[in-house]
């Protein structure tokens, strides 16, 4: 017999203590929340790009960072992000260098076929404002998936030598644990690639939790907690028509039918905000730049709008579209003359 004395950690794992493992409820959980939040994400960049971009759909993996750090392709891109409300954690956001240059081509008006793989500042600040985009996005559908306000401070974009672990931030090589989010990344025929959305251990596990949690029913909200394999059975019954136990206190929502025409009996409660200050204004149009034209524009340049000469001009109310009307001319100002105003049932359903 050897007389070499065990570790904490071979103690801890014939123990079976602190054993770090997803659940096949927990990874599905973060499945969905990958391809919900960065199926928007791709929406904004391809918008961003004028280019088709696709996502697969994502893979889940345990790993470690340092073992990451010694497998992916160096050096990348990088952008860190911390959520400020909602969610309490930080996802660090990985491309490949040749990724990132094609998207930095192809943001500053190139074509992204020889994209400069030497990123300077310029490049650098366009990755970041296509990463900044993507991210905002995929928190605004992650508020809806949670069902409450997520808010995410502006990305940390930079160049990772990917030759030690200890140039990552410390939030994901204190305990090295880390779960992987694996996205198949194509822009056209330019990029088919991967990037990786990487989390510490318990940050995902707590979001995974937390939306494990918020689709289950009520009553079985404290089993599915402790068991959320549960959660993959209920959904899995559900897909195939089985009826699922629900209390007799919980049941669908009913709604009553929403007329075109508002009944003036109901307009009492609206007295209470008739002074409430809204922001009108007049959209003539739009058009969309780069951000390579934006900055060659000088005095005397010219910007072509998405409108007619002559076409009626929008009137917005706090963003939303109430009338269209004409530009007019009184006393030296400019007006606009309404011609033609959108129905109240049009208007109730804008303002929601």
């Known amino acids: 017999?050897?007389?070499?004395?065990?570790?904490?950690?071979?103690?801890?794992?014939?123990?079976?203590e602190d054993v770090v493992e997803l659940t096949p409820a927990e990874r599905d959980a973060l499945g969905e929340i990958g391809n919900i939040a960065f199926g928007s994400g791709?929406?904004?960049?391809?918008?961003?790009?004028?280019?088709?971009?696709?996502?697969?759909?994502?893979?889940?993996?345990?790993s470690e960072m340092r073992k990451l750090v010694e497998e992916h392709p160096r050096p990348c891109v990088a952008a860190?992000?911390?959520?400020?409300k909602g969610l309490k954690g930080t996802n660090l956001l990985m491309i490949q260098m040749h990724d990132a240059?094609?998207?930095?081509?192809l943001m500053l008006g190139g074509d992204g076929v020889h994209p400069k793989m030497d990123l300077g500042e310029m490049e650098l600040s366009a990755i970041g404002e296509a990463m900044n985009q993507m991210i905002g996005k995929a928190s605004t559908s992650m508020s809806s998936l949670f069902d409450l306000r997520v808010e995410i401070a502006p990305p940390r974009t930079s160049i990772l030598s990917m030759t030690d672990a200890d140039e990552i931030s410390s939030k994901f090589t204190e305990n090295n644990i880390v779960v992987v989010i694996y996205f198949r990344l194509v822009i056209e025929d330019l990029?088919?690639?991967?990037?990786?959305?990487?989390?510490?251990?318990?940050?995902?596990r707590e979001m995974a939790k937390t939306?494990?949690?918020?689709?289950?029913p009520l009553s079985n909200e404290e089993d599915v907690f402790q068991d959320p394999n549960k959660f993959v059975e209920q959904q899995q019954q559900q897909s195939r028509g089985g009826n699922m136990n629900i209390p007799n206190s919980v049941r669908p929502a009913q709604f009553g039918v929403l007329d075109a025409d508002l009944p003036h009996q109901d307009t009492g409660n609206l007295n209470l905000i008739l002074d409430v200050?809204?922001?009108?204004?007049?959209?003539?149009?739009s058009t969309k730049m780069r951000i390579k034209e934006i900055l060659d524009l000088g005095i005397g340049s010219i910007i072509e709008l998405d409108r007619l000469a002559g076409e009626l001009v929008d009137i917005l109310v706090n963003g939303k579209l109430i009338a269209k009307g004409e530009v007019v001319v009184i006393d030296e100002n400019f007006g606009v003359k309404i011609t033609d105003i959108v129905s109240p049932f049009e208007r109730v359903n804008n303002l929601q």
């Open 211 to 216: 939306l494990i949690r918020r689709n289950s």
């Open 277 to 285: 200050p809204l922001e009108i204004s007049v959209e003539l149009g």
């Open 1 to 16: 017999m050897s007389n070499e004395m065990l570790s904490q950690e071979e103690i801890n794992a014939l123990l079976n």
């Open 191 to 204: 990029v088919n690639s991967r990037l990786m959305l990487i989390m510490p251990y318990d940050f995902a």
């Open 101 to 105: 240059a094609v998207i930095s081509d």
């Open 80 to 84: 860190e992000v911390d959520y400020k």
């Open 42 to 62: 791709s929406t904004a960049l391809s918008l961003l790009l004028n280019r088709r971009v696709d996502l697969d759909t994502p893979t889940v993996e345990l």
